[in-house]
């Protein structure tokens, strides 16, 4: 069964830096693409960042130039290093992962932009 584990949410001011982590585990496989969601309240959930394991990237374009997304193929783990945080990137992050034997959600974990 595969996992997802994420950490480095948290409460920042705007402004600030918040840097997540996803870590796979469960599978032998190699991931195909790995990346990030987000859900706000009351609304949908929407990309934010996905890499596949050849490199190529895709952002939301309401974050471009702020949030970098990184993945180590090796360790099957995902990162997305956050900068300039706003109070509308407040939302509960999700790790995603896309194996051949499907997609899988982390838990997810919350970010909060606020002073």
């Known amino acids: 069964q595969v996992q997802l584990a994420e950490s480095g949410g948290g409460l920042v001011q705007p402004g600030g830096s918040l840097r997540l982590s996803c870590a796979a585990s469960?599978?032998?496989?190699?991931?195909?693409?790995m990346g990030w969601y987000r859900q706000a309240p009351a609304k949908r959930r929407e990309l934010v960042a996905t890499m596949t394991s050849s490199g190529d990237i895709n952002y939301a374009d309401s974050v471009k130039g702020r949030f970098t997304i990184s993945r180590d193929n090796a360790k099957k783990t995902v990162h997305m290093q956050m900068n300039s945080l706003k109070p509308e990137d407040t939302a509960v992050y999700y790790c995603?992962?896309?194996?051949?034997?499907?997609?899988?959600w982390g838990q997810g974990t919350q970010v909060t932009v606020s002073s």
């Open positions: 995603w992962a896309f194996l051949r034997s499907g997609g899988y």
């Open positions: 469960g599978t032998k496989f190699s991931i195909g693409v």
